[in-house]
């Protein structure tokens, strides 16, 4: 015999609540897939898979298979390129990764006027504005403006690698690991 259901217990749920509930998800995931194709660092994750297994990722991924064939190319194209780096590249470009991810929207479009600039400088000047922030970056944030003003720097670089000197030394992290971090804000 069935126990009756008293008041104090609650009711089954209908049986394709479940059901239901289930296909809602599904449908809210795929909503989102459509939006986002994949996760924030999908590519970071990728990879750092040895290539054999980031082919084997990509094959099964189903949200890759839907990328357009020009996307899913560059995709491959950017593991090939990241593959063919050494240790000590990859590691520079996550560096630089970190760096660009801890930046504000303002900072990141300030980098993306920047960073073109000090490519397009010729080799040998691109060494010098480098060299010169190595320096900057490794001097407390209360002292980088006095190097960046001093008759050494000033006198040394052009004023569009000055500028490019400024705009890169504003983007490093200053006191407790903030961006673009001002002289004033030492304590």
Do not use: C
Request: no cysteine; aromatic share 4%; net charge positive.
């Amino acid at each position: 015999m069935a126990a009756a259901q008293g008041p104090d217990r609650p009711k089954a749920p209908p049986p394709n609540a479940n059901l239901e509930r289930k296909q809602e998800q599904k449908q809210a995931r795929q909503r989102e897939l459509a939006q986002h194709p994949h996760a924030p660092g999908f590519f970071q994750r990728l990879r750092e898979l040895p290539p054999d297994e980031q082919e084997r990722v990509m094959a099964n991924d189903e949200r890759f298979q839907r990328l357009p064939p020009a996307r899913q190319a560059m995709i491959r194209r950017n593991l090939d390129h990241w593959n063919s780096l050494t240790p000590e590249q990859k590691e520079r470009t996550r560096e630089r990764q970190e760096i660009l991810e801890s930046l504000s929207p303002a900072q990141r479009m300030e980098a993306r006027t920047i960073f073109p600039q000090y490519l397009r400088l010729p080799p040998e000047r691109k060494e010098a504005v480098r060299q010169a922030f190595l320096h900057a970056r490794d001097l407390p944030v209360g002292k980088r403006e006095g190097f960046l003003s001093s008759p050494e720097v000033t006198g040394r670089f052009s004023p569009q690698e000055l500028g490019v000197l400024r705009g890169l030394t504003q983007l490093l992290p200053g006191p407790g690991g903030k961006t673009g971090g001002d002289p004033g804000d030492e304590p």
